[in-house]
């Protein structure tokens, strides 16, 4: 089992240019997270899906962010235009079928720097 | 969200155990009690969850006070490689397991 993928590892832009950021989930998973990691602000909760529909993206910043899901092994978070306070490290992460107590998987996160 | 309390940081040398608080005193009955650890420059990753007796595995128990308002996690043996950010967090079952990362406790292990 490869774990939750993330591409890329890094990404450097510049401030008001387009960022994708890509998740591919544990094959069998059926939730989906994505968090996003400061020093200011710690991990916090972007986005959430299940079976690919979502759920809550009430911690999603402002409409320069966007998430989608179109299949059960993709999903992408895009950022247009992007500005360099959303710099940080940001992570995917999956989970299975059963309880939603069950663990989340996450993934080795991307790391966006918005100069 | 039920909110959780823990120490900013804590300190232990290798080899002996390490007990890390948390409070959560308004903590609901459907509320589970999860650990994640998050090492240097790695993604959070798993350690424990349970609801009311104490747990088990090979990386850690839990020990669950009997009102529930606070637990621990115990690291029978800290090696290197347990220093890393502890994360204390509680899911109900209305917010879909959703994980409310606090800032956790620094864990330092000294050789």
């Known amino acids: 089992d490869a774990g939750v993928i993330q591409s890329p590892r890094h990404e450097v832009t510049e401030m008001g240019q387009e960022v994708t950021l890509r998740c591919k989930p544990i094959?069998?998973?059926?939730?989906l997270f994505w968090y996003r990691q400061t020093m200011m602000r710690g991990l916090e909760l972007l986005i959430y899906?299940?079976?690919?529909?979502?759920?809550?993206d009430s911690g999603m910043p402002e409409d320069r962010f966007s998430a989608k899901m179109p299949n059960a092994s993709f999903s992408t978070l895009k950022i247009q235009p992007s500005e360099p306070r959303d710099s940080a490290v940001y992570f995917c992460?999956?989970?299975?079928?059963?309880?939603?107590?069950?663990?989340?998987?996450f993934g080795s996160g991307t790391q966006l720097s918005v100069l | 969200d039920a909110k959780t309390t823990q120490p900013n940081s804590m300190e232990s040398n290798e080899e002996e155990p390490v007990h890390l608080p948390c409070n959560h005193s308004t903590i609901s009955g459907t509320d589970y009690i999860h650990w994640y650890r998050q090492l240097p420059s790695q993604g959070p990753e798993y350690v424990i969850h349970g609801l009311t007796s104490n747990v088990n595995n090979r990386m850690a128990s839990l020990a669950i006070a009997e009102d529930r308002k606070s637990s621990t996690l115990i690291l029978h043996r800290a090696t290197l490689r347990d220093a890393a950010v502890y994360y204390c967090m509680l899911t109900g079952g209305t917010s879909y397991g959703k994980l409310t990362f606090g800032q956790g406790t620094i864990l330092t292990v000294h050789p």
């Open positions: 992460a999956s989970r299975g079928t059963g309880s939603t107590n069950e663990k989340l998987f």
């Open positions: 899906f299940n079976n690919n529909v979502p759920i809550d």
């Open positions: 094959s069998g998973h059926n939730s």
